[in-house]
């Protein structure tokens, strides 16, 4: 079993930081290979904000691009999304998201972390 455990979300003002991490754990894959942040404002679809390739090839959501930073740090399977200049709009449940490499490839979605922004 593969379990995705999400942290560092919060309540922020307009125009704050924080940064959310990621972890993997599980003893059946063998290796991650895409990792990404997903978000959903109530009512609305989730959407992709940012994802990142095994070697480190990036993709973000146009809102995102020059705010947030997704990293990865493979020997800790961990994933982390920095993100700066928030605004109201960014105010959403975020979602980790792993594609690992068992006896086939499985897609893997934590939990959730609540991020809100005030204005």
Do not use: H
Request: net charge neutral.
């Amino acid at each position: 079993q593969v379990q995705l455990v999400e942290s560092g979300g919060g309540l922020v003002q307009a125009g704050g930081s924080l940064r959310l991490s990621c972890a993997v754990s599980g003893s059946i894959f063998i290796s991650i290979n895409a990792m990404g942040w997903y978000r959903q404002a109530p009512g609305q679809q989730r959407e992709l904000v940012a994802e990142i390739t095994s070697g480190g090839s990036t993709n973000y959501q146009d809102s995102a691009k020059g705010r947030f930073t997704i990293s990865r740090d493979n020997a800790k399977n961990t994933v982390y999304l920095q993100m700066n200049s928030l605004k109201p709009e960014d105010t959403a449940v975020y979602y980790c998201n792993a594609v690992v490499s068992a006896a086939s490839f499985i897609s893997v979605w934590g939990q959730g972390t609540q991020v809100t922004v005030s204005s």
